[in-house]
Every structure is written in structure tokens, then in C-alpha cells.
């Protein structure tokens, strides 16, 4: 994960406060996403008789 930090200007602090929010809102979505993603596969995993995992 990357952040990135504006530390030249003190000014731009909230700035970069508001950044952080979103970057954290967005690995979120993402977070989201991939165990959508994963639940899809271990549905589709479980339904499928072929699929053997030991």
C-alpha cells in the first residue's frame, strides 16, 4: 500500500488528511470486492463436484 505525503507544506495538511481518507475509502471498495470475488469462487467451488481440494 502507498501513501502519499505532501510534507513541504504544512498547509497542505488537511490536504493530505483528506487524501488519506479517500486512499482508505478506496482499499475498502477494494477489500469489498475481492471477498465478492472470493465468495463467488468458493460458491462456485463448492457447487462444482469436480473441484477437489485436499
Known sequence: MI???NIGDSSD???VQKHHEE???KSNEL???W?????VMTDVVN????WQFD
Open 13 to 15: 495538511k488537511t490536504n
Open 31 to 33: 477489500q469489498r470486492d
Open 35 to 39: 471477498i465478492r470475488v472470493i465468495m
Open 3 to 5: 501513501h502519499y505525503h
Open 47 to 50: 457447487s462444482n463436484s469436480e
Open 23 to 25: 486512499a482508505e475509502e
